[in-house]
């Protein structure tokens, strides 16, 4: 069988794998073809000035956003522990309160 074209190479692998299993009894079959590679593009890269412009322009250009810099200290990280505790705090109080309702 010569192949030509995408959909009779398509009919060749499934009948060479109608074959196989006919001749095998096979419990489990993993491909990675739907896998379309690394989605991590500077995965391998090191950590040199060039890489990192690289991978900040690319920031930019697929989100709009520019990357921030900045670190957070104590006072912050403080001030955000406070606030994700209040809400949460509000959330458990109307949960409280409309437990009633619920039944």
Do not use: H
Request: charged share 40%; no cysteine.
């Amino acid at each position: 069988m010569e192949i030509k074209t995408q959909k009779l190479f398509k009919e060749l692998v499934k009948k060479l794998t109608m074959e196989l299993l006919d001749e095998e009894s096979i419990e489990e079959i993993t491909t990675t073809a739907a896998v379309p590679g690394y989605m991590t593009p500077f995965a391998f890269s090191d950590k040199s000035e060039k890489d990192k412009k690289k991978r900040l322009k690319r920031i930019k250009k697929s989100t709009g956003y520019t990357a921030v810099t900045e670190t957070l200290d104590d006072k912050d990280l403080k001030q955000i522990n406070k606030l994700i505790r209040d809400v949460v705090g509000d959330i458990l109080r109307d949960i409280w309160l409309k437990r009633n309702a619920w039944k």
